[in-house]
Structures are given as structure tokens and as C-alpha cells.
């Protein structure tokens, strides 16, 4: 089982950068697979960005493909996701996920597939 805490989230103007965080507790992070969502006001959780256990494979939704970036440092049990140009349209509370997956290569883009989620942060950027 594990726990994921993100942080990191606030407030930023169009054309700002965020960093947002997720903290994992345990000592099984490294099986599982990462993943960020994220949720606007009367939408769906909807899927931004998803990491291996590994680190080496990396999925994007097309809407953040070249503005954001996911990563994870295995030793310190964190995820990233490094958000750059932000736009209004980003506006929404960020999810981080686990699931456990045997293959250090797998990567996960639907949110069925997740079993651990973290409280959420919110992110809001202004026009």
C-alpha cells in the first residue's frame, strides 16, 4: 500500500511556471507505475501525464505535450510534473496516482487503473 501526498500548487499568471509535487510513503514506491489527473470545476478527472517505475517512459495528454514535463526520483519516494506556460485553461485541482504494475517500462493513462490517490492540489492561473 502507499500513500501520495502532492504540494505545490497556487496561484500563477498565463505564461507563468509551476512545480507541482507528489510524496509517497512506503517502501514499495519504485513497483509502482505514477501518473497526474486533474480536475476542473463540473469535469471529469481527466489524465495529464503518467512515468514507469522505471523513470524512462513518459505519456503526456496533447494539450500539455511540450509545456510540461513528469519525472520521479526513485530515492526520495517523489513524483513531479513540471509545469511551464501555464494558460486559464490549466486551471483545475491536480491528482497524483499509484498503481502497482510488474513491468519497470508500463505506463498508466486511465484513472480506472489507479488504486492510490492523493488529496489533490489546486492550481489557478489567471488571464
Known amino acids: 500500500q502507499v500513500h501520495v501526498v502532492e504540494s505545490g500548487g497556487g496561484l500563477v499568471q498565463a505564461g507563468g511556471s509551476l512545480r507541482l509535487s507528489c510524496a509517497a510513503s512506503?517502501?514499495?514506491?519504485?513497483?509502482?507505475?505514477m501518473g497526474w489527473f486533474r480536475q476542473a470545476p463540473g469535469m471529469e478527472r481527466e489524465f495529464v501525464a503518467a512515468?514507469?517505475?522505471?523513470?524512462?517512459?513518459?505519456d503526456y495528454t496533447d494539450t500539455v505535450k511540450g509545456r510540461f514535463t513528469i519525472s520521479r526520483d526513485n530515492a526520495k519516494n517523489t513524483v513531479y510534473l513540471q509545469m511551464n506556460v501555464l494558460k486559464p485553461e490549466d486551471t483545475a485541482v491536480y491528482y497524483c496516482?499509484?498503481?502497482?504494475?510488474?513491468?519497470?517500462?508500463?505506463?498508466?493513462?486511465?484513472?480506472?487503473?489507479?488504486?492510490?490517490w492523493g488529496q489533490g492540489t489546486q492550481v489557478t492561473v489567471s488571464s
Open positions: 496516482g499509484a498503481t502497482s504494475v510488474p513491468s519497470p517500462f508500463t505506463i498508466v493513462t486511465m484513472k480506472s487503473s489507479y488504486d492510490y
Open positions: 512506503g517502501r514499495t514506491f519504485i513497483s509502482y507505475a
Open positions: 512515468i514507469s517505475r522505471s523513470g524512462g517512459v513518459t
